[in-house]
């Protein structure tokens, strides 16, 4: 791709998938009047998106209201890596479910990774998709995890996919000795976020979903049967609502963005690497380590290396994203030392107390939130999850419900402090 093309898109943030994606991006319209639908969703980002793909293929009219633009939020700035599972991982699922309701759920988790490759290839999405994932560990007594990961996914789980990569292979996949081993996953793979949620965006609408930007969802109100929502010159009145918005909720609904709190999460987008990409993960898969505080990592298609990690709470960013990431990604890599670095960005994650998602339904407003930070694949089961609760089966929905996510102890004021503490905390666990 020529050099000059790449230019940052400012109605984004200012990151390599805005700069590789303006081709694509189509302005849409605010609402300015009062129309009525079925279904109203908040939020075009792959939650409201799939949400809203399964209710119109069901025949249900929909409109999604975005404050920003589609795929603003974490769908489209985030480390395009399509893992299986959620953040807080199967045990506390199935403590708190058990064994049947876990294993239906890994089970939409095993769907929704053939549904992303199903959705891309019928939309004909050109978002740079690539099959596995590597998930590594630089602790010697953190490789067990792995394997028993491997373990529990075949045994219990019936996935039986999983490879253990020891020390000695690991050359093959990732340029770096920083790793003890690895275990490598084929169903997972990585895509180009932003490309991806703008395809999502223009089937839905070929479909007859109505999409508006700069639509902030201000207030609603529940009323019998119906719903309204509110934004700054229009109104929806719908049958049902639907909160996809992650942690820009707001006031929009209190008792939900309670339930999460903002963590901050970074990436960085070194110059294309020509030669030097292929050595760096000659396997071309994503790659994630099993630290508390992780990176994770990919090739992009131009062949640069797209950076993520790094963590800070309640919004705060760093002032030079690209500066601060720097060490941590010389230290994965110590031979791009001194490599340029071409774009740098940020997002937020919208985590719960114990990491499990948070879905539900108060009458006719339904919600999928606290991905914590793992969601390319989960917000696919929650868009499942959510549009077969609206068209009448509500199996899934009741599941998750059973999953406790209490409010954050003393709020978004107390939350940043025990948050911090916690960062401390497992920090100095990843050390030793
Ligand atoms: C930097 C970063 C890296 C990440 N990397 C990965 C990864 O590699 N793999 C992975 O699995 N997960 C990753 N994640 C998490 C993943 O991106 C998210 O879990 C997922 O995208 C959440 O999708 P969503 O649709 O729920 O939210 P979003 O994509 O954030 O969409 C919510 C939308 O709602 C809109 N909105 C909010 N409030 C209102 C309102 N009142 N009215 C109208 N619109 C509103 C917002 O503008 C936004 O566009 C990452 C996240 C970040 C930030």
Redesign the pocket.
């Known amino acids: 791709m020529p050099r000059e093309s790449l230019e940052v898109n400012h109605n984004y943030p200012p990151s390599y998938y805005a700069a590789t994606a303006a081709d694509r991006m189509v302005l849409r319209h605010e609402l300015t009047d009062a129309v009525k639908t079925d279904v109203c969703i ?7 998106l799939y949400t809203a793909l399964r209710l119109v293929e069901a025949g249900k009219h929909v409109v999604i ?19 299986l599972g959620f953040s807080c991982d199967m045990p506390p699922i199935e403590a708190q479910l058990g064994y049947e309701s876990a294993r239906d759920i890994w089970n939409l988790m095993r769907d929704s990774a053939t549904e992303i490759r199903q959705r891309i290839a019928q939309y004909n999405i050109d978002c740079d998709w690539r099959n596995g994932h590597l998930w590594t560990s630089i602790l010697p007594r953190r490789e067990s995890i792995l394997r028993e990961w491997q373990q529990e996914a075949a045994g219990k789980w019936n996935y039986e996919t999983l490879r253990f990569i020891p020390k000695n292979e690991l050359p093959d996949w990732v340029g770096t000795d920083r790793y003890c081993a690895g275990l490598y996953d084929p169903t997972a793979g990585h895509l180009h ?1 932003l490309k991806y ?1 703008l395809g999502l965006a223009a089937a839905a609408e070929r479909a007859g979903v109505l999409i508006y930007e700069q ?4 207030r609603y109100q529940q009323h019998g049967n119906r719903v309204t929502i509110e934004t700054g010159k229009g109104k929806v009145t719908a049958d049902a609502l639907v909160m ?7 006031d ?1 609904d209190k008792n939900l963005s309670r339930r999460i709190i903002p963590v901050g ?3 960085v987008a070194t110059e294309p690497l020509e030669e030097i990409a292929q050595s760096l993960i000659p396997s071309g898969v ?1 790659v994630t380590d099993n630290q508390f505080i992780l990176d ?1 990592f990919r090739l992009s298609a131009d062949g640069r290396l797209l950076f ?1 990690g790094g963590c800070t709470y309640l919004g705060g960013t760093p002032r030079d994203i690209q500066k601060a990431m720097r060490p941590s990604l010389e230290r994965v890599f110590p031979q791009l030392k001194g490599i340029g670095i071409e774009f740098g ?6 985590c719960t107390v114990r990491r499990t998602p948070d879905f539900g339904r108060h009458g006719n407003v339904l919600w ?2 606290g ?1 914590s ?7 696919c089961v ?1 868009g499942r999850v959510l549009a077969e609760a609206l068209l009448g089966d509500d199996t899934h929905l009741n599941r998750f419900m059973k999953l406790a996510n209490p409010p954050f102890p003393g709020g978004k004021l107390f939350a940043a402090p025990i948050e911090a503490a916690g960062k401390l905390w497992y920090r100095m666990r990843d050390l030793f």
């Open positions: 908040v939020g075009a980002g792959f939650t409201g209201l975005e404050s920003e633009r589609v795929g603003w939020g974490a769908s489209g700035r985030n480390g395009g890596q399509a893992i976020p949620v639509s902030a969802a201000l996809a918005a992650n942690v820009y909720l707001g929009l999460t970074f990436m994503c994770y993520g960005w940020g997002g937020m994650i919208d999928a939130q991905f930070g793992h969601g390319v694949l989960p917000t929650a």
